[in-house]
């Protein structure tokens, strides 16, 4: 993570007292606690960014690569966490997302609602707070360019 925030619930107010940022978590009260593990909130970030209209795909090269083999795998599942890395603490969460975008997407609107869209559902479905969802686009999708279309030319090319 490269925010200079801590994952903590005070925070200095103008008058340079210590407050508290954050009220009565909904995961921890006199009967017991709740916590919520990093790759439940990283699934969650996954699947809602894949929502959001715009994004190809998730993760880097090497991790494309990766989930694009393990998707030839029969009965393999989709790895939901893919592109997604997260750092969860008792009451709040920080998210990076790695992406692909189509090509003719603006990619400031398209950050915008993948942070909307993820911040709304790990808000709404674990009760931590997002403090952040840093965006890094890897690339840009054209539609057409499948992968490993050049390998499928080649074959007929050969005939």
Same mark, same amino acid.
Request: aromatic share 2%.
């Given at each position: 993570?490269?925010? =200079?925030? +801590?994952?903590?619930? !005070? %925070? ?16 921890? %009260?006199? $009967?017991?606690? =709740? =916590?919520?593990?990093? =790759? ?6 996954? /699947?809602?960014? @894949?929502? *959001? ?14 989930? #694009?083999?393990?998707?030839? /795998? +029969? ?5 939901? %966490? $893919?592109?997604?890395? *997260?750092? *969860? ?17 603006? /990619? ?6 993948? @942070?909307?869209? *993820?911040? #709304?559902? /790990?808000?709404?479905? !674990?009760?931590?707070?997002? !403090? ?10 054209? #539609? ?11 074959? !007929?090319?050969? $005939?």
């Amino acid at each position: 993570m490269t925010s =200079t925030q +801590p994952l903590s619930s !005070t %925070s200095a107010s103008t008058t340079g007292k210590d407050v508290a940022a954050v009220g009565n978590s909904a995961l921890v %009260s006199s $009967q017991g606690k =709740t =916590t919520i593990a990093d =790759t439940v909130v990283s699934k969650i970030a996954g /699947i809602a960014a @894949r929502e *959001v209209s715009g994004v190809y795909d998730l993760g880097g090269g090497a991790s494309r690569v990766v989930g #694009a083999l393990r998707e030839r /795998i +029969p009965g393999a599942n989709l790895n939901h %966490s $893919q592109g997604v890395s *997260v750092e *969860v603490g008792e009451k709040q969460a920080a998210v990076d997302l790695d992406i692909v975008a189509e090509y003719g997407v603006s /990619i400031a609107d398209l950050a915008t609602g993948l @942070r909307r869209n *993820v911040i #709304a559902a /790990i808000e709404r479905m !674990t009760g931590l707070q997002v !403090t952040e969802v840093n965006v890094t686009v890897h690339d840009i999708h054209l #539609a057409g360019d499948e992968d490993g279309s050049d390998a499928d030319d080649a074959v !007929t090319r050969v $005939q």
